[in-house]
C-alpha cells in the first residue's frame, strides 16, 4: 500500500512557485492549471503526457472524452472519463478519482516507474459544479500523496466551468501555478508533512474567506494543525479572525502556528488573541 510521507523525514522541501510551461514539473509537484480560452489544452496536454515516456512515469489521464488528446495507444498509459465510468455501481465523483490515483501510483511503484503522471480536467470530474469546500478537500487530498513523491499531478479547471471563487479555491490550496489569470490567489496552503501545512503569501480581506475554508477542512482532520508560516507575507484582522473562527468551531481543535514573524505576533497580541480560551497557539 502507498504510505503518505512526511516532508521533514522524507527530506523533499515544497515551495509555491508559478510554471511558465509544464516542462519543469517533477515528482511531488502539484499544480494548478487554470486554463483560459487562449491556451491549447489539447497541444499542452499531449506533450505533458509524452514527457512521461522521457522521464520514465506511468500516465493518467483523468476526463478525456476527445482522443485528440489521449495517449495514442501508448501501453503505459491509462485514459479514464469520468462522465462514462462507474465506480462500485455509484457515479464517478472527485472519491473516485483520488482512489483511483492512489492505487494507481502504488502500481506504478511495483512496477518500476519513477512517479505516476496525472492531469485531470476538473469539470469533468465535477460536471455538475463543487462547492468551495468540496474543492479543498479534494485539492488537499490529492496534495497529501503528491508531498510523498509517489504522483505528478496538474489539475486543470477550465475558466468558462467555473465561477472566479471557485477558481481562487482551487489556486489557493496547490503549492504551483500554471497560466496567467486575473483571479490571483492571496495565499498558498500546501502540505508540509503529517497535519502540518505551509502557508506562504498574503491572507487580507479579499481572501480570508477563501483562507477560512481551507482552515475548516483542516481541522475536521486532526486535533492539533500546524501552520507553518515563514513564507507568509502579511496576514491582516480579516485573516487572524478566520484563525481564530476556525479553530474555535470545532470543540477540542488547536492550530499551531510556527515561524510567525515579529509583525504578526504584535498584531495578534494588540487583538487580544494571545488569551488563553483561544485555541490557536504561537510557537517560540
Avoid at 462507474?86 to 478519482?97: K, R, Y
Avoid at 492505487?103 to 512496477?111: G, K, L, N, W
Avoid at 501555478?177 to 503529517?194: I, Q, W
Wanted: overall charge negative; glycine content about 10%.
Amino acid at each position: 500500500m502507498l504510505t503518505q510521507g512526511n516532508g521533514a523525514e522524507g527530506g523533499q522541501v515544497r515551495s509555491a512557485r508559478a510554471l511558465p510551461t509544464l516542462d519543469p514539473v517533477d515528482a511531488g509537484d502539484h499544480v494548478c492549471w487554470l486554463v483560459g480560452p487562449g491556451d491549447d489544452f489539447t497541444a499542452t496536454t499531449r506533450a505533458f503526457a509524452a514527457d512521461g515516456a522521457l522521464f520514465g512515469d506511468k500516465v493518467l489521464l483523468i476526463g478525456a472524452p476527445d482522443t485528440r488528446w489521449s495517449l495514442d495507444g501508448a501501453p503505459q498509459g491509462i485514459v479514464v472519463d469520468p462522465l462514462t465510468e462507474q465506480a462500485g455501481g455509484a457515479g464517478w465523483n472527485a472519491a473516485a478519482m483520488l482512489d483511483l490515483v492512489l492505487r494507481e501510483a502504488d502500481t506504478a511503484s511495483r512496477q518500476g516507474f519513477r512517479a505516476l503522471r496525472v492531469l485531470a480536467r476538473m469539470d469533468r470530474v465535477w460536471p455538475g459544479g463543487a462547492s468551495p469546500r468540496e474543492i479543498a478537500r479534494h485539492e488537499l487530498d490529492l496534495d497529501r500523496l503528491t508531498l510523498a513523491g509517489a504522483a505528478v499531478v496538474v489539475c486543470a479547471y477550465h475558466r468558462d466551468s467555473f465561477r472566479p471563487g471557485l477558481l481562487e479555491q482551487a489556486s489557493g490550496v496547490h503549492p504551483h501555478e500554471l497560466g496567467t489569470r486575473a483571479e490571483v490567489p492571496g495565499f498558498r496552503m500546501y502540505s508540509a508533512g503529517t497535519d502540518c501545512w505551509s502557508v506562504s503569501g498574503v491572507v487580507d480581506s479579499d481572501s480570508a474567506d477563501t483562507f477560512r475554508t481551507a482552515l475548516d477542512e483542516l481541522v475536521t482532520r486532526s486535533a492539533t494543525v500546524r501552520l507553518r508560516c515563514e513564507d507568509l507575507e502579511l496576514v491582516d484582522v480579516a485573516g487572524m479572525r478566520a484563525l481564530v473562527d476556525a479553530a474555535c468551531k470545532v470543540p477540542g481543535r488547536r492550530i499551531v502556528i510556527e515561524k510567525a514573524d515579529e509583525a504578526f505576533r504584535r498584531c495578534w497580541s494588540l487583538l487580544g488573541y494571545d488569551a488563553p480560551q483561544i485555541p490557536v497557539e504561537l510557537a517560540p
